[in-house]
């Protein structure tokens, strides 16, 4: 059986008015996603993104 993995943009906190939401086969796909999304939505750099707020985000990756 495979997972699939989900992160919604309002589970993070300020974005709760986000409908953002992304699904994909592996963790990686929805760290892409996540990053394109930040851009396009939200005009953010991912790059810029410190080590913790990557390890809060990454927590708020779940099992679809």
């Known amino acids: ?5 989900t992160y919604a943009c309002a589970d ?3 974005m709760e008015d986000c409908p953002g939401r992304v699904t ?9 996603l996540m990053e ?8 953010e750099d ?3 993104w410190s080590d913790e707020d990557r390890a809060y985000l990454g927590k708020l990756i779940k099992p679809a």
């Open 46 to 48: 991912p790059a810029a």
């Open 12 to 14: 993070y906190p300020g």
């Open 1 to 5: 059986m495979t997972t699939a993995f």
């Open 24 to 32: 994909a086969a592996t963790e990686a796909e929805v760290w892409k």
């Open 36 to 43: 394109t999304h930040a851009v396009e939505a939200h005009g």
